[in-house]
């Protein structure tokens, strides 16, 4: 089911289906500025990413002496979150475990998800609470598509990414076909704030840069300034993406990540895995994503 929440600058409705954000309306254009999840394209829209980042080795990992099958960007976007409210611009859902989420991660947890509308800002605060008498460890991560381009007026071309500082970001590198991190990395450009864009920039999958100081990144249409900004603060990786293979890009994701998938060499021990946080019974954790739609 949808909800919605609005200000007069924005209309914001969000699926309880993984708690998504599924629509960001200007209300002055009437423009949509979320990508729509043509289903023969990219069918999401900004999945959440729990509780881990991209793939596993095999497709699966172990944990208490058991193995269990895992597909990309794990599960929360699978499960229908529990609405828990809406109004004066905020509104929140929540995904408790229980006997299907045991069958992927024998754990319990809570993680709400709640979006603060303020002026042209949306926030989304992913909040986890280890809700059981063991050890929670989880990745976590964003995956916002944003349209592209923001009318019919423009192309690709007419668009770049800026930081708001001059960044040398390094990239680490994921196997073309396994997805899984290969150990290889790369500097993507030296002491520039712009990522210039064009159709084919993601021929080869998606860009996960490392070492970022910057606190924000821009989508910007070059002629009018128009743009949407989303902030990195605190994120050990942004990546950027879009689905390769087609003639000309439909969607821009920037993608804020707290974990990695796993890599070519892991054991695939649940407890070896690099995570976001490692919590103790009763404790939490949360981190927020910005994003300003400066139309």
């Given at each position: 089911?949808?909800?919605?929440?609005?200000?007069?600058?924005?209309?914001?409705?969000?699926?309880?289906?993984?708690?998504?954000?599924?629509?960001?309306?200007?209300?002055?254009t009437g423009a949509e500025m979320i990508w729509n999840g043509q289903?023969?394209?990219?069918?999401?829209?900004?999945?959440?990413?729990?509780?881990?980042?991209?793939?596993?080795?095999?497709?699966?990992?172990?944990?208490?002496?058991?193995?269990?099958?895992?597909?990309?960007?794990?599960?929360?976007?699978?499960?229908?979150?529990?609405?828990?409210?809406?109004?004066?611009?905020?509104?929140?859902?929540?995904?408790?475990?229980?006997?299907?989420?045991?069958?992927?991660?024998?754990?319990?947890?809570?993680?709400?998800?709640?979006?603060?509308?303020?002026?042209?800002?949306?926030?989304?605060?992913?909040?986890?609470?280890?809700?059981?008498?063991?050890?929670?460890?989880?990745?976590?991560?964003?995956?916002?598509?944003?349209?592209?381009?923001?009318?019919?007026?423009?192309?690709?071309?007419?668009?770049?990414?800026?930081?708001?500082?001059?960044?040398?970001?390094?990239?680490?590198?994921?196997?073309?076909?396994?997805?899984?991190?290969?150990?290889?990395?790369?500097?993507?450009?030296?002491?520039?704030?712009?990522?210039?864009?064009?159709?084919?920039?993601?021929?080869?999958?998606?860009?996960?840069?490392?070492?970022?100081?910057?606190?924000?990144?821009?989508?910007?249409?070059?002629?009018?300034?128009?743009?949407?900004?989303?902030?990195?603060?605190?994120?050990?990786?942004?990546?950027?993406?879009?689905?390769?293979?087609?003639?000309?890009?439909?969607?821009l994701c920037i993608e804020p990540w707290h974990s990695l998938p796993?890599?070519?060499?892991?054991?695939?021990?649940?407890?070896?895995?690099?995570?976001?946080?490692?919590?103790?019974?009763?404790?939490?954790?949360?981190?927020?994503?910005?994003?300003?739609?400066?139309?």
């Amino acid at each position: 089911m949808r909800h919605t929440i609005e200000n007069e600058f924005l209309t914001v409705t969000v699926d309880s289906l993984g708690a998504e954000l599924v629509s960001v309306v200007d209300k002055a254009t009437g423009a949509e500025m979320i990508w729509n999840g043509q289903k023969d394209v990219w069918p999401r829209r900004a999945p959440i990413l729990f509780p881990y980042c991209g793939k596993l080795k095999d497709g699966q990992y172990t944990l208490d002496g058991n193995t269990y099958p895992g597909g990309q960007h794990g599960f929360g976007r699978d499960f229908e979150h529990q609405f828990l409210g809406g109004e004066n611009g905020v509104m929140r859902f929540v995904l408790r475990s229980g006997p299907e989420t045991y069958a992927k991660l024998p754990r319990d947890f809570a993680l709400e998800s709640t979006f603060t509308l303020t002026g042209r800002t949306l926030r989304q605060t992913l909040a986890v609470t280890n809700t059981g008498d063991k050890e929670l460890r989880f990745g976590i991560g964003y995956h916002p598509g944003f349209a592209l381009p923001f009318d019919d007026k423009h192309t690709t071309a007419d668009y770049e990414l800026r930081f708001d500082v001059p960044q040398t970001p390094v990239v680490i590198e994921t196997g073309a076909t396994s997805g899984l991190v290969t150990g290889h990395t790369r500097v993507l450009m030296e002491n520039s704030a712009l990522i210039p864009m064009d159709d084919r920039m993601f021929d080869n999958d998606s860009i996960c840069m490392s070492q970022l100081t910057a606190k924000t990144l821009s989508l910007v249409e070059k002629d009018t300034g128009r743009s949407i900004t989303v902030g990195l603060e605190g994120y050990p990786y942004t990546l950027i993406w879009s689905a390769p293979g087609n003639p000309e890009l439909h969607f821009l994701c920037i993608e804020p990540w707290h974990s990695l998938p796993d890599t070519e060499t892991a054991s695939g021990d649940w407890n070896e895995k690099p995570c976001a946080a490692a919590l103790a019974p009763g404790e939490s954790w949360h981190t927020d994503l910005d994003m300003t739609f400066a139309r």
